[in-house]
């Protein structure tokens, strides 16, 4: 827990203060009126020879009728006053178009972080640190406005974040599109919808290739390339991390997992992996053997690339008893089930019987490019998050590889990766144990959820808490009812000393005392309710921060997301492409007939 954040409640004005200071610049407004008219009337006219230089004696002497009111002066009063009413109007409007945008979790911003405490995430701050990581083009990833301020803040191109944000509250068109217009480089995104997709994919062609991963049909996208997940298995270390993936996507939420069936399930799935890849067979060969739980065929490939005890593992699950067989084999072809699957298997295997032209996503090559992946899944019957786990680490595994190999052991250009729905699309066991690593590799990542329970469903109480604590930039967007994640959210917001005074009497004589209370900042309630447009932020290094939202409707690239939207909206009507112009032989064809 952090230190907690204690600030005095800074002083209000009470409704008489507010009515003295009302009266003090009405007077000094009439003295400013009165006295500039009759200084320069009095000039013009040559009048008023011996005019007080007191603006009060000025003002009780027009009053008293000691002073000539010449035309000159009477003009001046009524144009001098009528700028005041002008101003005075500007400035009533302007403050209840403030008052009209604030919103009732802005009387907390006074407590939090502003000024110099959000310097680093400032536009100049995260400019200086892309200079000094060699990043061209936007300062960081947009984060939203400070309240108050208006200061436009940026998560830093070496951070990783978390952002918890409920339904309806705006994560999409203010958090994730924003951050993957501003990349730099290649990004990687995963959602569970196509809003995303037909708001970026233009905007983004124009720095690079578009791939959109679509086995479910999310995006209505035809399979015109594809991604051999065997390319990956280059060992034995890599086929397990790959049946990881396979195991954690088939899990069902708030499944206990067999201490027996489970693990065995996902060793003999990635033995038969590792065997097809080592033979080059497509992925769904996988799904044929685990169909045939006495076929001795992968057993006798891992025998011959000399991984003999893998096959050995293999091949004593074959031999073993036909009920225990059974299960262990009923385990793995569940955790393949997206496998048998025809229209997700068009997207990993090749097709064509006389070879397959469509061009391969290459996750080397990838990291290198300026390109998009776009990764669409969706939860339930024939899920392909398997598939989409699978290809993002693969992507992600390729960039820490290339970094490796680069100055300071870290991409000289970031490649973006966006987990939108990470917990439904992505369930990538163990990322909370790599996160904070990626950011050094010049890899940020940004992790979206629903809620904090839906995080522990994926990674479990522990490594929930371990993917929010490594996290360099915390969000929370509102639209959460969870009491136990906002009451620890509500202590590291932290606390401020309200003064408050108590009089009492006695004997005739009054005494004041004044004592300090502590109250939380933002209570769980204040928290659960906080208004869509508003966000919290806990970034390292700084107290808490309260932000204004800012959509992409509001950017720079407002134009570009509109007419990507318009040209990819599956509603739109169809319109032929017009004719094209005759050419002069069918011209003169037309004349002759």
């Known amino acids: 827990m952090s230190e907690p954040n204690r600030r005095t409640e800074p002083g209000r004005f009470d409704a008489t203060t507010v009515l003295v200071l009302v009266i003090v610049v009405l007077v000094i407004a009439v003295l400013a009126v009165v006295w500039g008219a009759f200084a320069l009337g009095s000039r013009i006219d040559g009048v008023n020879p011996e005019l007080p230089g007191n603006p009060f004696d000025v003002l009780f002497d027009a009053l008293r009728g000691r002073l000539t009111w010449s035309p000159a002066i009477v003009v001046l009063a009524a144009v001098f006053a009528a700028v005041l009413l002008v101003a005075a109007g500007f400035i009533a409007a302007a403050v209840l178009r403030g008052r009209g945008r604030r919103t009732r979790a802005d009387r907390a911003a006074p407590y939090l972080a502003r000024g110099r405490d959000l310097d680093e995430l400032g536009r100049r701050g995260a400019q200086r640190t892309a200079q000094r990581l060699g990043v061209e083009g936007a300062p960081g990833i947009p984060l939203g406005r400070s309240i108050p301020g208006g200061r436009p803040l940026y998560a830093l191109w070496e951070y990783v974040m978390i952002a918890l944000a409920g339904p309806r509250v705006g994560k999409t068109t203010s958090l994730v599109i924003p951050a993957v217009l501003e990349a730099p480089g290649a990004v990687v995104t995963t959602s569970n919808k196509r809003d995303v997709v037909d708001a970026t ?16 049909g999310i995006a209505l996208e035809e399979p015109t390339w594809w991604w051999n997940p065997l390319s990956y298995v280059t060992d034995d270390v890599r086929a397990f991390r790959l049946a990881e993936h396979f195991a954690s996507s088939a899990r069902a939420d708030g499944a206990v997992q067999d201490a027996y069936f489970e693990p065995a399930g996902r060793d003999l799935l990635a033995g038969m992996l590792l065997a097809a890849a080592l033979q080059e067979r497509p992925i769904t060969q996988v799904f044929e053997w685990l169909s045939e739980p006495t076929n001795q065929a992968p057993v006798d490939v891992l025998r011959s690339h000399e991984y003999d005890l893998i096959a050995a593992d293999v091949e004593g699950v074959i031999m073993a008893p036909e009920k225990q ?20 298997a068009r997207w990993v295997t090749p097709q064509g019987a006389t070879g397959d032209y469509r061009p391969q996503l290459d996750p080397h ?76 590799r010049g890899i940020p990542i940004m992790s979206v959820f629903q809620s904090w329970a839906q995080g522990q469903v994926v990674f479990g109480r522990e490594g929930m808490r371990k993917l929010w604590s490594a996290s360099n930039v915390k969000l929370y967007l509102g639209g959460i009812a969870e009491a136990d994640f906002l009451r620890e959210l509500s202590e590291l917001v932290g606390d401020y000393d309200k003064e408050t005074a108590s009089v009492s009497y006695s004997r005739g004589q009054r005494s004041t005392n004044h004592q300090l209370r502590r109250e939380r900042i933002m209570d769980a309630s204040e928290l659960a309710a906080l208004p869509r447009g508003r966000a919290v932020m806990l970034a390292s290094g700084t107290r808490a921060a309260l932000l204004e939202t800012v959509p992409w409707m509001a950017g720079t690239h407002a134009l570009a997301v509109r007419a990507s939207i318009a040209a990819h909206d599956p509603s739109a009507p169809v319109t032929e492409p017009p004719a094209a112009p005759p050419t002069a032989a069918a011209a003169d064809a037309e004349t002759a007939e």
Not at 332 to 337: G, L, T, Y
Request: charged share 20%; hydrophobic share 40%.
């Open 201 to 216: 994919r233009d905007p983004r062609a124009a720095v690079g290739q578009v791939w959109i991963f679509d086995p479910q």
């Open 325 to 344: 067989r059974g299960g262990v084999y009923g385990t793995a072809r569940q955790m393949a089930a997206c496998l048998k699957i025809r229209a997700i």
């Open 365 to 440: 090559a990838f990291v290198r490019s300026t390109d998009t992946l776009y990764s669409l899944s969706k939860e339930g019957q024939g899920s392909a998050g398997a598939l989409v786990t699978a290809l993002t680490a693969a992507v992600v595994e390729a960039a820490e590889e290339h970094a490796t190999r680069q100055p300071g052991g870290r991409l000289q250009r970031p490649m973006l990766v966006v987990l939108d729905e990470a917990a439904n699309v992505c369930r990538w066991s163990t990322l909370p144990d790599l996160y904070s690593h990626y950011g050094s």
